[in-house]
């Protein structure tokens, strides 16, 4: 099994500045797809940004030109640097990854989400 676990969240004045961390753990081959989520109670979850291996990371326009995905293979880490936090950024934040396992299934595995509240 692949597990997700997801940190960095917090709160912070509009303006601002935090970066999200998410590590994957277990029988992990290969990760093909890293991507941040985040949903508001009553929303639907919506994409932040992503990345795959060899392609443009893709941002949703709300976030384009202040958040920044990243990733360390090596690792098994994604990162969300988000600057000029908005109030509207406000939400629980989620990892997904998805890959192939040790065992050549693939998986696609969500982590339990870290606030982010921006407020002043």
């Known amino acids: 099994q692949v597990q997700l676990v997801e940190s960095g969240g917090g709160l912070v004045q509009p303006g601002g500045s935090l970066r999200l961390s998410c590590v994957a753990s277990?029988?992990?081959?290969?990760?093909?797809?890293m991507g941040w989520y985040r949903q508001t109670p009553g929303e639907r979850r919506e994409l932040v940004a992503v990345?795959?291996?060899?392609?443009?990371?893709q941002y949703a326009d709300s976030v384009k030109g202040r958040f920044t995905i990243s990733g360390d293979s090596g690792e098994n880490t994604a990162y969300l640097q988000m600057n000029s936090l908005k109030p509207d950024d406000t939400a629980t934040y989620y990892c997904?990854?998805?890959?192939?396992?040790?065992?050549?299934?693939?998986?696609?595995?969500w982590g339990r989400g870290t606030q982010v509240a921006v407020s002043s």
């Open positions: 990345m795959s291996d060899g392609n443009t990371p």
């Open positions: 997904n990854f998805k890959g192939l396992g040790t065992d050549w299934a693939h998986f696609d595995t």
């Open positions: 277990g029988s992990i081959s290969t990760i093909d797809v």
